[in-house]
């Protein structure tokens, strides 16, 4: 299986730099992943495609954003940055550690070169005015308060899980009363979750590992109801008898098409980068051709992409 495979033309304008003033009124596309079907509506309309007796399984990882670690691009050596306050657009008021190595002019890598920042002066107190380029994603990671999903509790996370971003505690709310249990497991994700396949085989990427926790509530929960979302985490606790286990660890699963799912029936998820994991991941979940014929009506139909973009339901 070719990474070329999972390559669609992206117009740049698609890519939602910005988050909508009401978290629910993102877009929706629906896909029956058995006839491929598709059909668009809004997310307040999730409740449609839900009923009672369903389990939705939500991530509740927190972002810390305010901390970054990264690589000087000359040395590599690791550099600490703690995010001060914005001064325009890219620019930040940074405290750079270690200072001696943080000249004007050095750069500083982050996420394997998704994320760059390079140093333009030294202002007061010794702290630094850094310059961030990213393609289109990052800059999100930057708003601590909206690029937050409502249910946030564990700290551990460089980036949001951007499904859950969609859903205001109204709207949960309306879940709970129709009769939808709501679950919660722990997925701290890191920046590789974005990053794009750099192998021309599928089967010889190597997987970035992020860590886990199912607790025991949950696992009987999700068992109970077995309708869920959350995907590397459940298929990570699930053992091949189809049973969620409590566990916590490191899950390195790469799921492309081919892989056989032991949990979850359905996916809540937004539209991803070409050639990327997350776009392998919903591949393998409703079939490749279906996936990407999606994707061509979602850029035909000017959806928004990315983590402040619209959302996919695929069941």
């Known amino acids: ?26 877009r929706l596309m629906h896909l029956d992943k058995e006839t491929g079907e598709l059909e668009h509506t809004d997310f307040k309309h999730i409740l449609n495609y839900l009923k009672p007796g369903d389990c939705l399984v939500v991530n509740d990882t927190k972002v810390i954003p305010a901390r970054l670690y990264g690589h000087k691009k000359e040395t590599g050596a690791v550099i600490e940055i703690l995010l001060l306050k914005r001064r325009e657009n890219d620019i930040w008021e940074c405290l750079v550690k270690p200072g001696k190595k943080a000249r004007p002019g050095a750069v500083i890598d982050f996420g394997e070169g998704l994320l760059t920042g390079e140093i333009i002066d030294v202002v007061d107190e010794g702290n630094r005015l850094i310059q961030f380029h990213y393609e289109g994603i990052f800059e999100e990671i930057l708003d601590q308060n909206r690029y937050q999903t409502v249910y946030a509790k564990h700290e551990g996370s460089a980036a949001a899980p951007t499904a859950g971003l969609h859903f205001t505690p109204e709207l949960l709310e309306q879940v709970k009363e129709m009769g939808v249990n709501i679950a919660h497991v722990t997925l701290h ?15 010889k990427h190597h997987m970035h590992s992020e860590f886990y926790i199912v607790e025991e509530d949950q696992a009987k929960l999700i068992n109970d109801t077995k309708k869920n979302g959350g995907c590397r985490t459940l298929e990570s606790a699930t053992g091949e008898d189809g049973i969620v286990k409590a566990t916590s660890g490191w899950t390195e699963i790469f799921i492309y098409p081919g892989y056989r799912f032991k949990c979850i029936d359905a996916l809540i998820t937004n539209f991803h980068l070409p050639e990327s ?39």
């Open 277 to 315: 994991t997350l776009l392998m991941l919903v591949s393998a979940l409703a079939g490749k051709e279906k996936i990407m014929h999606a994707y061509e009506v979602a850029v035909q139909e000017r959806y928004r992409f990315f983590s402040f973009g619209d959302a996919m339901f695929i069941s």
């Open 189 to 203: 994700v890191g920046l590789g979750t974005f990053r794009p396949v750099k192998v021309d085989d599928v089967e």
């Open 1 to 26: 299986m070719r990474t070329a495979d999972f390559y669609y033309d992206l117009p740049q304008e698609l890519i939602a730099q910005d988050p909508l003033e009401d978290r629910s009124s993102s």
